[in-house]
């Protein structure tokens, strides 16, 4: 049995051992430490004197590495003693068989060790499920792709968790408090109520975070409900909340199960993210200052998520299915946050600032500077199909249509090539089931997108017909995590199945510059969608906002780096381009459309992330 870090930090029964079968690596001989923070008679203990958590949550791999400094410091000055993180996998290892990557981008180490060296202490949350609205929870999607039953017990899975982990958790053990870092604090899965009932699998995750070599508090976070709390706390570990509203209900419920912990709020949702084609969800800064009050009143402890949001770079940002369908997030992670997407500070900050009792001068400005507003031509250079054609790429050939899991693609498109006979005359030709959104061409015209049918004419010959499917991002919530993407049934023409596909991989977030020089050079364009370019000449880098008035919906990068996705239904209607992505001098955008594209590129001196929906989430 593991034995608690702590005699007065937890309320652990004798019985709160973890199952044989389900056993993380032995951690039996670790004899037990005394945490930096404790807990007793319902109050937190800092090194054995009274503390809050007064945290924040702000994800590295939302933030430009050059500008986590800044953000931090931002943080410092919004009154907080702390900074939360969850790590995600996916984003360190894209690919099973390839080297875990912590350098540059995903060098969380140094992102924990600068929260420390701005007087920050750091609580880390490794998941492996994150959720954040972030691809796929946070999981890879060669581990998803098989057949294997996620956050589990099944061996399958956590034999993969066990090994990241194993790459993972000694770095963050040797940033711990008891080795003179900033690490006060370890999450134990992420909501796991919210998705299951394996306490064998919470147990096994609790023991592998100790295995390697994980001293400090460790805690569970869940929605303040009977039915979340039974699915996801543990006997010997802290149990934490998650909410938007009602501290006085959820700090009750909190007491009568566990009458002898501090109130801690793991997660205050004091914005919210949005979906495309939805409004941008905003909260009040005196409602959010009203609920703060509540959950520190007495002593409690609180995470704001987010205090700074960031953005959903490239194409990590996640989606939510329900019954309405799939629901992409965003490229814009802002959130209402008090420090908002490009570090501005918001009406917000200063509410939130003066409940947290902040009274330090803030030295950080009020924001960044911006570039200047501009309008520059945008110059239409090749079509879709040639231009995508013209990046190499390795193709499968086979009966059936591969799936991005097949083909070893996490995010992007595939294009399908097939040469079925087509009849005389106008024939349905049917997607059974594709994921996302499919283009659906017939000897290089498009004939529409794929809802889940399109009309194709035939003479009796052959054709030759492209579908190109487009991924809008993997569900990070729910049972629908893990799902497969492209075109996972059959095509028909009308009940005939069209086989001998061959399956290209697109994989734009992976593109070098000299890939996406190839896809333009790959005029003359003759349609309405394709490969565009922008030439943006910049004095001195500083941030700015892009739009692209009259365009439909694509992808931009800027020098190489691919900002995200853009979509005239909104809300968000700029995307942010923080100063260290631009350079003295040209730089140059890149756009791909695939509707519509419009004749010009805007530089804007603000975001506009659309019109404002007051909204607070909660559990009912």
Excluded at 255 to 276: C, L, M, Y
Excluded at 465 to 474: A, F, K, M, S, W
């Amino acid at each position: 049995m593991i034995e608690p870090p702590a005699p007065d930090a937890s309320a652990a029964p004798e019985d709160s051992a973890v199952p044989e079968a389900s056993a993380a690596p032995d951690a039996s001989a670790v004899p037990p430490t005394r945490t930096t923070l404790t807990w007793h008679g319902r109050r937190l203990y800092r090194r054995g004197q009274p503390h809050q958590i007064l945290s924040g949550a702000m994800h590295y791999f939302r933030v430009h590495p050059d500008l986590w400094r800044d953000r931090i410091r931002r943080l410092v000055d919004l009154g907080l003693n702390t900074l939360d993180t969850y790590i995600a996998w996916n984003f360190h290892q894209p690919r099973e068989h390839e080297a875990t990557r912590f350098d540059g981008w995903r060098d969380v180490e140094r992102f924990i060790r600068t929260a420390g060296e701005e007087g920050l202490d750091v609580v880390v949350r490794p998941g492996p499920y994150i959720c954040a609205e972030w691809s796929n929870g946070g999981l890879p999607s060669w581990l998803t792709a098989r057949d294997v039953a996620i956050r589990s017990s099944d061996p399958a899975f956590t034999s993969a968790v066990g090994r990241w982990f194993d790459e993972l958790i000694p770095r963050i053990a040797a940033l711990q408090a008891a080795e003179g870092g900033p690490v006060v604090a370890v999450q134990v899965e992420n909501e796991f109520g919210s998705y299951g009932d394996d306490h064998a699998y919470l147990r096994w995750i609790r023991q592998a975070l100790i295995a390697r070599g994980i001293r400090e508090l460790l805690f569970t976070a869940d929605g303040p409900t009977e039915l979340m709390l039974d699915g996801g706390t543990l006997p010997d570990t802290l149990a934490a909340v998650t909410l938007g509203t009602r501290p006085d209900a959820a700090r009750r419920l909190l007491a009568a199960r566990r009458p002898d912990e501090p109130f801690v709020v793991a997660e205050f949702w004091n914005g919210w993210f949005d979906h495309w084609g939805e409004r941008h969800h905003v909260r009040g800064a005196q409602s959010v200052a009203a609920t703060l009050k509540g959950i520190i009143a007495d002593g409690g402890s609180v995470s704001i998520y987010m205090a700074h949001g960031g953005t959903n770079f490239g194409l990590w940002a996640g989606a939510n299915a329900d019954e309405g369908g799939l629901r992409p997030t965003v490229t814009s992670y802002d959130s209402d946050a008090p420090i908002a997407e490009d570090g501005t500070l918001t009406a917000k900050f200063f509410a939130v600032r003066d409940v947290l009792g902040a009274r330090g001068p803030v030295r950080m400005p009020a924001r960044m500077p911006r570039l200047p507003p501009a309008r520059v031509p945008l110059h239409h250079r090749a079509d879709l199909l040639a231009g995508l054609r013209a990046v190499p790429a390795p193709s499968s050939t086979g009966p059936r249509p591969a799936s991005f899991e097949r083909l070893g693609l996490d995010a992007g498109m595939v294009l399908y090539t097939a040469h079925p006979r087509i009849p005389s005359g106008e024939h349905q030709l049917i997607l059974t089931d594709v994921r996302d959104r499919a283009l659906v061409f017939a000897d290089g015209t498009l004939l529409g997108v794929a809802d889940p049918a399109v009309t194709i004419g035939g003479t009796g010959a052959a054709v030759r017909l492209d579908i190109l499917v487009e991924n809008l991002g993997r569900v990070n919530y729910g049972p629908g995590i893990g799902g497969h993407k492209g075109l996972l049934g059959p095509v028909l023409v009308d009940r005939r199945i069209v086989q001998g596909w061959d399956s290209t991989p697109i994989a734009l977030s992976e593109w070098s510059s000299p890939e996406l020089a190839r896809a333009v050079a790959a005029g003359p364009a003759s349609t309405s969608a394709g490969f565009a370019v922008a030439a943006v000449r910049v004095d001195r880098p500083a941030d700015t906002f892009l739009a692209l008035p009259g365009s439909c919906r694509g992808f931009v990068w800027i020098n190489g780096f691919l900002l995200g996705r853009y979509r005239d239904i909104g809300p968000q209607v700029t995307l942010y381009c923080p100063a260290p992505l631009l350079r003295r001098g040209e730089n140059i955008v890149t756009v791909l459309e695939l509707d519509r594209l419009g004749g010009f590129l805007d530089l804007r001196d603000r975001h506009e992330l659309g019109p404002p929906e007051e909204y607070v989430e909660d559990f009912d």
